[in-house]
């Protein structure tokens, strides 16, 4: 059973890293947490790393300016990992092919912005769906939208064969009190329909190796279990530090703050039917970041 705290510095002390969820643990969509970076920062001041890890479709260098613009400040993160890196680096190394739908807002159009990194990568272009080789999506077209419009394109994808690239693997985010609809939730149902979905967020593999990298080269060789994964999504947050062998923080008060009865603190018999509800066993649980 999760052991329910009061603030991170009751356990800090244990970890030599903390792998951090962004939406909903540091900020809210809209600005930043406080006391969620009071806590980051005086965690790094104690010694600790923290390297942001956020299902994010953008670039790091795309969310390191949401921070700035959240009020997210510097002193409360060291390195930031994104399921976009991730997926960008799986595009480019040509998994959907080079001719490729794009599903997405137009502030995510820059996903196809070239990577330097990637040897020989395959040249990808944006076409209509009837001439794609494969899918990339970054969110919905709009993210308030029932993910059900898109079973027709989708039918059609399915019957052509096509691979789905999902940049962003959540379901469901609340940009300040509105709850929208992310990539996750089309990949989801394209699977569900029978077409094949290709994850590099949480909680899948890919993230995970990029973020021990960003961590390895602030301070190589810290091992699983000096590690702590920090976020508020079960499925993804949770889940993955679970397949990933490392201890999790579950922060009740976010995505499932009506569930687990979460106003400041999570009511203990709430969580407890949530969690085994969910088949989930993080190693602790607060209410929120601090």
Request: some cysteine.
């Amino acid at each position: 059973m999760t052991q329910i705290i009061l603030a991170l510095s009751e356990i800090s002390d244990r970890y030599e890293a903390m792998f951090v969820d962004l939406w909903g643990c540091v900020h809210d969509g809209v600005k930043a947490l406080p006391e969620a970076v009071a806590a980051l920062q005086a965690y790094r001041r104690a010694g600790g790393i923290v390297v942001l890890v956020t299902n994010s479709p953008r670039a790091r260098a795309g969310v390191e300016k949401q921070l700035d613009h959240f009020g997210v400040p510097k002193d409360a993160w060291d390195s930031i990992a994104t399921s976009g890196d991730s997926a960008r680096a799986a595009m480019y190394r040509g998994v959907v092919g080079q001719k490729v739908w794009f599903i997405g807002e137009d502030r995510d159009t820059r996903f196809f912005d070239p990577l330097s990194i990637i040897d020989n990568p395959v040249e990808i272009a944006q076409v209509d769906l009837k001439e794609a080789d494969g899918i990339v999506c970054t969110g919905p077209f709009d993210p308030l939208a029932d993910p059900d419009t898109m079973r027709p394109q989708f039918l059609y994808a399915k019957q052509k064969g096509l691979k789905l690239l999902c940049a962003n693997p959540d379901i469901v985010v609340d940009r300040g009190e509105t709850r929208e609809w992310c990539a996750g939730a089309l990949a989801r149902l394209y699977t569900e329909m029978g077409g094949e979905s290709l994850y590099f967020g949480k909680p899948h593999p890919p993230i995970y190796d990029l973020a021990r990298r960003r961590l390895a080269a602030i301070k190589p060789a810290i091992p699983d279990q000096a590690i702590l994964a920090i976020g508020d999504g079960i499925h993804t947050d949770i889940q993955g530090a679970m397949g990933e062998d490392i201890d999790s923080l579950f922060i009740s008060g976010g995505l499932a703050a009506t569930e687990t009865g979460t106003s400041d603190h999570p009511d203990p018999d709430a969580l407890k039917d949530y969690i085994q509800r969910e088949m989930s066993n993080p190693t602790f649980t607060i209410g929120k970041l601090r």
